[in-house]
């Protein structure tokens, strides 16, 4: 029965029962052993008693007692053969943690090289994948002609095909193209027209003047006569309802201009059709707003002819600017050729600083240029042959390329330089690099690209062709990189080898390896660690569950912009510029009194909710008609109520004042809903407020009804977006845990490897749920794409742990010099690619902008996750569940600090268990003194001045000789620990 020690902050408690007295105290259990147990308490106890534990009586003997401080620790002889029954109980009581430390125990003591027998050096180094990418390579190397045909011969069929790349930066690809609720909205703009719009905004304080009014005219006139035009809505071409001198008019309100023109003014304010939606006499507003032919698809062509149409009247008035669906197009257009012009040359400059600082290599900057012109110059090519344009998603990929082709080559060279500065020959470099991160290459590439692809999951049209453009560009670069690279070495790489100070490592990275290595090794021996992990990943989760999608075009535009400026000046100053289509069915004609009053009884109440901005229908034109032909008076503004009068005012009106509203058969009704609410999650309320309206309205009528606009597409779009989200990332996980296990040839190792992979992911979701940041077409290709670049490090870091672990290290040893050798690597793609996807917060639009935010936000927590998560992770794989503990301290310290020589020899491996994780690990530089505070400090590797290896340091001015590692631990510690060890502490 081996001794059971209780960590001091978790020592159960037990009564003491003396035998001259009914009283009992209370005191700790610190230690129990076979017979006997130690007890900690305020009072000194009694030669001989019993002990109380859950109902049971334990009888002893005293047999020592040592004070320390205020506290009395006893050491007790239990009868009665009673120790293994309460030994049994207060095992009961140990935390998780120590029990699992416990049973650990109790296993049989492996021989190191039993560790990971399932991974052989072959299969790590020579597997097939390694072995014939080294051929690749090195036939690449020895006949560089076939580099050249190959880059050439590949690059004929892009050439010939991307003089027929298209540009699309329309806004119908955020949508889905197939959709029911889209052969809805197609068959409502065959009923009842296009509901596509360019608005021209003017205001003036003398708008109304006669001159201004005519150059407003004169434009109108003008546009109506455009091919590309359905119809022009405005003061000047829509007909205005009035009574004039018993005579009702339909008419234009200015189509002549005249001395008479003001004295309409009054008149039009009364107007619920033009006034507030073409026109608002006091603020001097007149709105021309444009409907196009439903056929166009790309709006950015015909927004920059009316552009041109208004450029030389914008002198002429106080505000005049075109804004709505068109101008948002355009917008778009040319954010998406200036941005890609200011991005590239920073994440160019980006990775130039970045390699020739932190890896000293002009070599790896160049290769990675070339990679990338060669391999976007094929994907474009080859994209055309899918008939996918160039639109706002794909304007990303040049950069993504750019930065993602830096990844790998920086672990390539790094590698190579490895061999190289070993004095190995360039082919015989090569060939090291091939066989030593060989097929973590190959996996990387793939866990990369197919993070990418996985966004294909996506029903969004924009997002399917960013995914497909996307996984052909990564593929071309990984094809391309292996053509180029050998090329490179052979003829432009230097020949110098490295001298020692050329390979001499940056204090920065010093200072950071030193962090992570010292984390790493405390986590082993204190729960914080575990519970910062733990507290990180529960508030993220519950910030996340905050994270709401939004889909909106409109919200997609940076608020600094002159467009979004001038959006927000028409929305607070007329609105209306979203509209939905309110669709009434019936089997007999809508024109009959019954159905008309219901029409307009909808009509009616939907133009009181809040969010309406204006409300159009046949019921609404009617009913004005109605009240101009009878009195004038505002109480006469409803529905006609005899087929007669119906009949009637039909004739007096056009097609065009009809067509918009009712079918020719007149069983189909059109309501136009204008509003201007923001945000689909808004919108998407907004509507069922409408369907709950509409439902209650018709509830008992034979008429039926259904919605369609843009605004609900685009809801129904951006609600796919969240199942999109989480199938993207179902598949990411499911391919990380099945490249592994197919790298390592274990499913354990595999499914250990997604857990650095997944924190990053909780931590994307917290800080989007923190900072209100939607789930949109930007932010939703975050977290597949960065967990397949996370990934990358993972799989490097990996690799390099199990094959340095066939060196026969310790567990430890292996995970530092894994730490040591992949941390410059890591870092600097990590750095890099952060910073590059950074750049992309110049972009206007916002799902760009947040995507290059968020994207260096998971990339930095990936590189933490994988820094301190990983070798955490690998060595408890290794140690704890394969190696047995009796080896854990040996692979720790070192044999020659417990050797029969040494003071730490005194200690039992329990007994050293409990000094450990009752003090902490510290990294101290080369030259450093130990701290000054009254401390015992263990050496475990490095040199300190007049040090004994593995001996205790009590001095506190003993200064390092190089860059160590110490294990120290305060007095006011030492106060808390059993006597066992204490007394073997002291004699030392």
């Known amino acids: 029965m081996k001794p059971l020690i209780f960590d001091p902050r978790d020592r159960p408690h037990i009564y003491v029962e003396k035998a001259s007295s009914q009283s009992a105290s209370v005191c700790k259990v610190v230690e129990i052993g076979h017979e006997y147990l130690v007890v900690q308490g305020e009072h000194a106890l009694p030669l001989r008693g019993s002990l109380a534990f859950e109902g049971e009586s334990y009888p002893f003997d005293k047999l020592d007692e040592q004070k320390i401080d205020s506290l009395h620790y006893t050491h007790l002889r239990l009868k009665n053969n009673s120790s293994e029954d309460l030994y049994r109980l207060l095992l009961t009581r140990l935390p998780t943690e120590q029990l699992s430390e416990w049973l650990i125990d109790q296993l049989p003591n492996n021989h190191p090289s039993e560790s990971f027998q399932e991974i052989s050096e072959e299969e790590i180094d020579n597997g097939l994948i390694a072995t014939t990418f080294e051929k690749i390579i090195l036939t690449l190397y020895k006949r560089p002609w076939l580099s050249v045909f190959l880059l050439l011969a590949l690059s004929i069929f892009p050439a010939i095909n991307i003089v027929n790349i298209k540009f699309d930066p329309s806004l119908d690809r955020i949508l889905i193209k197939d959709s029911p609720e889209m052969k809805i909205y197609k068959n409502s703009l065959k009923l009842f027209g296009s509901d596509r719009s360019a608005i021209i905004f003017i205001q003036d304080p003398d708008i109304f003047n006669p001159e201004k009014l005519k150059l407003l005219r004169d434009l109108s006139w003008r546009l109506q006569k455009w091919p590309q035009i359905e119809k022009v809505h405005s003061v000047f071409t829509s007909s205005f309802i009035r009574n004039k001198d018993e005579t009702l008019y339909t008419e234009p309100i200015f189509q002549n201009i005249g001395d008479d023109s003001r004295e309409l003014l009054k008149k039009i304010q009364e107007d619920p059709i033009l006034h507030g939606r073409l026109i608002d006499v006091p603020k001097g507003i007149l709105i021309i707003s444009i409907q196009l032919d439903k056929d166009i698809k790309i709006l950015s062509t015909i927004a920059t002819e009316i552009e041109k149409e208004i450029a030389p009247l914008k002198k002429d008035f106080k505000l005049l600017y075109q804004t709505g669906e068109s101008k948002m197009e355009l917008f778009n257009k040319q954010e998406m050729a200036s941005s890609p012009m200011i991005f590239l040359p920073l994440i160019a400059l980006i990775l130039f600083l970045g390699f020739a600082f932190f890896i000293k290599s002009i070599d790896a900057f160049v290769i990675t240029i070339f990679g990338t012109i060669f391999s976007v110059f094929w994907s474009f090519g080859v994209m055309t042959y899918f008939d996918i344009p160039i639109q706002l998603m794909i304007i990303l990929i040049p950069g993504i390329t750019l930065t993602l082709s830096a990844t790998e080559i920086v672990h390539m060279i790094s590698s190579y330089k490895t061999g190289f500065s070993n004095g190995l020959s360039k082919e015989k470099a090569l060939s090291f690099m091939s066989r030593d991160i060989g097929k973590a290459i190959v996996l990387t590439f793939s866990s990369t690209s197919l993070g990418f692809l996985s966004i294909f999951l996506s029903e969004i049209q924009l997002l399917e062709e960013f995914a497909i453009v996307s996984f052909i560009a990564l593929i071309c670069d990984f094809f391309v990189t292996i053509l180029y690279f050998p090329l490179h070495i052979k003829f432009i790489s230097s020949k110098e080898v490295p001298t020692e100070t050329k390979k001499k490592k940056l204090k920065i990275f010093k200072l950071l390896e030193n962090k992570f290595h010292t984390t790493y090794l405390n986590s082993f021996f204190s729960s914080k660690s575990l519970y910062i992990v733990l507290l990180f990943i529960v508030i993220n989760l519950w910030f996340a569950s905050k994270v709401r999608m939004d889909n909106d075009s409109i919200e997609m535009i940076a608020p600094y912009t002159q467009i979004k400026k001038d959006l927000t000046y028409f929305k607070n100053s007329i609105g209306g510029m979203k509209s939905i289509h309110l669709v009434i069915e019936s089997e007999e004609s809508l024109l009959t009194p019954k159905n008309l009053s219901k029409l307009w009884s909808i009509h009616d109440k939907i133009n009181n909710l809040l969010e309406v901005k204006s409300v159009q229908s046949i019921a609404g034109v009617l009913s004005l008609l109605n009240k101009e032909m009878i009195s004038g008076n505002i109480s006469d503004y409803r529905v006609p109520h005899s087929e007669n009068l119906i009949s009637q005012y039909m004739l007096t009106l056009s097609r065009d004042d009809v067509d918009p509203y009712i079918t020719p058969d007149k069983l189909k009704a059109n309501i136009k809903i204008y509003h201007d609410v923001s945000s689909s999650v808004l919108t998407e309320e907004f509507i069922k407020s409408v369907e709950h309206l509409v439902q209650e309205e018709l509830a008992g009528h034979k008429l039926g009804f259904y919605l369609t606009s843009r ?278």
């Not at 340091?953 to 305060?970: N, W």
Request: charged letters at 15%; one cysteine or more; a neutral charge.
């Open 711 to 988: 605004n609900i597409l685009n809801i129904n779009a951006g609600n796919t977006i969240i199942r999109s989200q989480a199938l993207s990332l179902i598949a990411m996980s499911i391919v990380i845990i099945c490249l592994m296990t197919i790298f390592f040839k274990s499913i354990r190792i595999g499914a250990l490897s997604l857990i650095p992979n997944l924190i990053p992911i909780v931590g994307l979701f917290g800080i989007m749920g923190m900072f209100n940041i939607s789930l949109n077409i930007g932010t939703m290709v975050v977290a597949a794409i960065t967990i397949g670049i996370a990934a990358d490090d993972t799989i490097h870091l990996f690799s390099r742990y199990f094959k340095d672990r066939l060196s026969d290290l310790s567990p430890f040893s292996t995970a530092s010099k894994s730490i040591h050798e992949e941390l410059i690597p890591i870092l600097t793609t990590s750095l890099t690619l952060s910073l590059s996807f950074s750049t992309f917060v110049i972009s206007k639009i916002i799902p760009v902008l947040e995507f290059g935010l968020l994207s260096t936000y998971v990339l930095i927590l990936a590189v933490i996750s994988d820094l301190y998560i990983g070798p955490w992770l690998l060595t408890y794989f290794d140690l704890f569940k394969i190696k047995g503990r009796e080896n854990y301290f040996r692979y720790l310290i070192g044999p020659r600090a417990l050797s029969k020589d040494t003071d730490l020899n005194q200690l039992s491996y329990q007994e050293l268990f409990t000094l450990l994780r009752s003090g902490k690990f510290e990294v101290l530089i080369k030259g450093t003194f130990i701290p000054k505070e009254e401390v015992m400090a263990i050496l475990i590797n490095g040199d300190l001045l007049n040090y004994k290896e593995g001996n205790i340091v009590k001095e506190s001015d003993t200064v390092t000789q190089e860059d160590t590692l110490l294990f120290t631990i305060t007095k006011k510690d030492l106060r808390h620990l059993s006597p066992n060890i204490l007394g073997k502490l002291i004699k030392v």
